[in-house]
């Protein structure tokens, strides 16, 4: 038994008339009618909110984490907000040029980029590398040989701070795929490096303690660490990353982007820290901005033991319930204030049976068949982490505002699905 969906877990702009939602004056059920199902439904405002917040608790240097959520429109929003861009794959790159931000205004990470995506990095000119390994110093040597190009860069550095979140998404620890070890001795020697070397400008030191992470207490440990670390080398620029968490679920609460910064920066000022300290929001920006929409299919009770509600997507359009066990609420567009008495399982259409949305998930008694349904804070790696699975077709996303919805990707089609077949 639950009660009405919490309103704090649904885009800024959401209004409620007659126990029907709408986000950024588009009632959510129409939308769906519209646009069909799955959908996913962005609101612009929220997204331009966040975007400017994290510009005022940063600065000039703060980078939207493109992995969270990246379609042209995104792009463009972002940097129409003051943002940079955090990419991390050529694909992604490409978009954000593609999407007209310039590349001065770009960030390119990645613990294993390739001698393409490294070429297509510096031919472009983006403003920063954030070098992973000493492989990838070897290849930007070797880029240095034949064309000259000296890019700026900054270090990866892991400072050995374990972050309370799922395993797959820490990324702080010592024993971690990403960047230089402090504790192993290979930070200080790829710095050594990296200053003496003439093929990079090494400009500062970049971390990233992992994803989802509540506890502003976890940043300040690693900023203490890296504060330590940077000290004896005087450089002007420090990236605390990203991964400042959400709630999801009623009952979770989650520091703002600048309850965030404040937390980072007390730090830095306590250690005297003089270099300009950026970072890289992503799912705060993105996550409580969207709601996905789907279309019941089949209700299915079990006596006894659960009734489960399949929908119209699944794992494709959020793998993240079946990836990290993630959480989510459901809701009914056209009953927002509702209670949810009914408790059920939502669950998608792929050939799987953990092919799940929300586990453990409420909706009023009268849920029939063709009924819209909702599931909240989906606006950060459902696209980006999308797939095909069993040829379902990646679904459409509009952007709202202001009354006003615009397809800003369109559905995949069947023949979408052989276009690249030979």
């Excluded at 962005?42 to 917040?53: G, I, T, V």
């Excluded at 799912?283 to 009734?307: E, F, M, N």
């Excluded at 959480?327 to 949810?340: K, Q």
Aim: aromatic share 6%; proline share 5%.
């Amino acid at each position: 038994m639950a009660g009405p969906i919490p309103l704090g877990l649904l885009p800024d702009t959401t209004t409620v008339d007659g126990g029907r939602a709408s986000v950024g004056g588009c009632d959510l059920a129409d939308l769906a009618d519209r646009f069909g199902t799955p959908l996913f439904v962005y609101d612009e405002d929220h997204l331009r909110s966040r975007c400017r917040e994290a510009v005022a608790a940063f600065g000039d240097g703060v980078a939207y984490a493109g992995k969270a959520f990246l379609c042209s429109a995104m792009a463009k929003l972002a940097h129409e907000e003051g943002m940079h861009i955090d990419v991390s794959t050529g694909g992604e790159l490409f978009m954000a040029l593609h999407a007209g931000v310039p590349a001065d205004r770009l960030v390119m990470h990645g613990n294993n980029k390739s001698d393409l995506e490294l070429a297509m990095a510096v031919e472009a000119g983006v403003e920063t590398i954030v070098v992973d390994s000493f492989d990838e110093m070897d290849r930007l040597d070797a880029i240095h040989a034949e064309t000259g190009a000296v890019p700026r860069v900054m270090l990866r550095i892991t400072p050995g701070v374990e972050a309370h979140t799922h395993e797959f998404v820490s990324t702080g620890q010592d024993d971690s795929k990403f960047g230089f070890t402090v504790s192993t001795g290979l930070a200080a020697v790829a710095v050594e490096r990296a200053a003496v070397a003439d093929s990079v400008d090494l400009v500062g030191l970049h971390f990233h303690i992992g994803s989802q992470v509540f506890e502003v207490g976890a940043f300040s440990r690693a900023v203490e660490v890296m504060t330590r670390f940077a000290g004896p080398f005087g450089l002007p620029e420090l990236s605390v990353g990203g991964g400042l968490g959400v709630a999801y679920v009623e009952g979770e609460s989650a520091p703002t982007i600048t309850e965030w910064a404040e937390g980072i920066m007390a730090v830095c000022d306590a250690a005297g820290v003089t270099a300009r300290v950026s970072a890289e929001p992503g799912r705060a920006i993105a996550a409580s901005a969207a709601v996905t929409l789907y279309t019941v299919g089949t209700v299915k009770d079990l006596p006894g033991l659960r009734t489960y509600v399949a929908v119209d997507g699944g794992m494709s359009d959020n793998p993240r319930p079946v990836l990290y066990g993630s959480g989510y609420e459901t809701f009914l567009p056209r009953a927002v204030t509702a209670a949810r008495p009914r408790a059920v399982r939502l669950v998608g259409k792929h050939c799987e049976s953990g092919d799940l949305l929300v586990r453990e998930g409420f909706v009023p008694d009268d849920l029939v068949v063709g009924d819209v349904i909702a599931t909240p804070v989906t606006g950060a790696y459902g696209h980006s982490m999308g797939s095909n699975y069993n040829q379902v077709l990646r679904p459409a996303v509009v952007f709202v505002s202001e009354g006003e919805a615009r397809l800003v990707v369109a559905r995949e089609t069947f023949e979408d699905l052989v276009r690249r077949e030979r």
